[in-house]
């Protein structure tokens, strides 16, 4: 199900043991419980953004674990969910630093398509059983993705927010890269996040570095070809 591009771009990066593994568990666990992100959706995040074409890595933990919220893209919800916490916080945060209007629904597939890569850390999870898939494998394979852009030459701008994000800094070595941290959007965090215009830097980043810039605005950005 992983797209071709991200298969060759990874296979370096991947213990071929523990990637089987993991492929068994998740694979008992869909058929034996219920999964959020639906299985069609676990690599979205990867299907709507290829390696060479992403730009942008907004790194969460763990997928939404209620019902229709999940959707394979980290922080983000299908249109007519409920728009969590973090998320409101995030287009606050969108709206302070770049002037975008918070908009209505929650899905970020317009950041995605243009390439923005939306990783969860682990990528499902039961569900209401928060981090219930926490240390069962995914964390090595989404450190081999950030691994994997970490060896591309073309600038990627690693957006971190919260103390578990921020610890894969550690992981971003490529001096042709740029890492911008931050505090969670959680509202229960209330210092760190609100103000640390990562949009706005995010695209400074970019143009540095001779890469387009990002439409933050997810109702209005085009398709990237």
């Given at each position: ?12 990066f ?7 593994a993991?492929?068994?568990?998740v ?13 069609e959706?676990?690599?979205?995040a990867?299907r709507?953004?290829?390696?060479e074409q992403?730009?942008?890595?907004i790194?969460?933990q763990?997928?939404y ?10 922080f983000?919800?299908r ?8 998320l ?12 975008v ?6 899905d ?8 923005v890569?939306?990783?969860n850390?682990v ?11 926490a ?10 993705t ?9 600038r ?5 927010w919260g ?9 971003i ?5 740029v ?15 609100l ?27 085009p398709?990237?070809?």
């Amino acid at each position: 199900m992983l797209p071709a591009g991200w298969r060759a771009e990874l296979a370096g990066f991947l213990d071929e043991r523990a990637t089987a593994a993991l492929s068994e568990f998740v694979t008992a666990e869909y058929a034996t419980h219920t999964i959020y992100p639906p299985i069609e959706d676990l690599f979205a995040a990867y299907r709507l953004c290829a390696p060479e074409q992403t730009r942008v890595l907004i790194l969460g933990q763990d997928p939404y674990h209620g019902p229709g919220q999940a959707h394979g893209l980290s922080f983000s919800v299908r249109e007519g969910v409920r728009i969590p916490p973090s998320l409101r916080n995030v287009f606050k945060e969108l709206a302070a630093d770049v002037g975008v209007a918070p908009p209505a629904a929650g899905d970020l597939t317009g950041w995605a398509r243009q390439g923005v890569l939306l990783l969860n850390a682990v990528l499902t999870v039961r569900a209401a059983a928060a981090a219930s898939h926490a240390g069962k494998g995914w964390e090595a394979f989404t450190d081999a993705t950030i691994r994997a852009l970490n060896a591309r030459d073309d600038r990627v701008v690693f957006l971190l927010w919260g103390g578990y994000a921020r610890k894969k800094a550690a992981l971003i070595t490529n001096p042709a890269h740029v890492v911008i941290e931050a505090g969670h959007p959680s509202p229960l965090n209330r210092v760190g996040f609100l103000g640390s215009r990562p949009f706005s830097a995010a695209n400074k980043a970019l143009a540095d570095g001779g890469r387009d810039v990002i439409d933050w605005d997810p109702r209005t950005a085009p398709v990237a070809g």
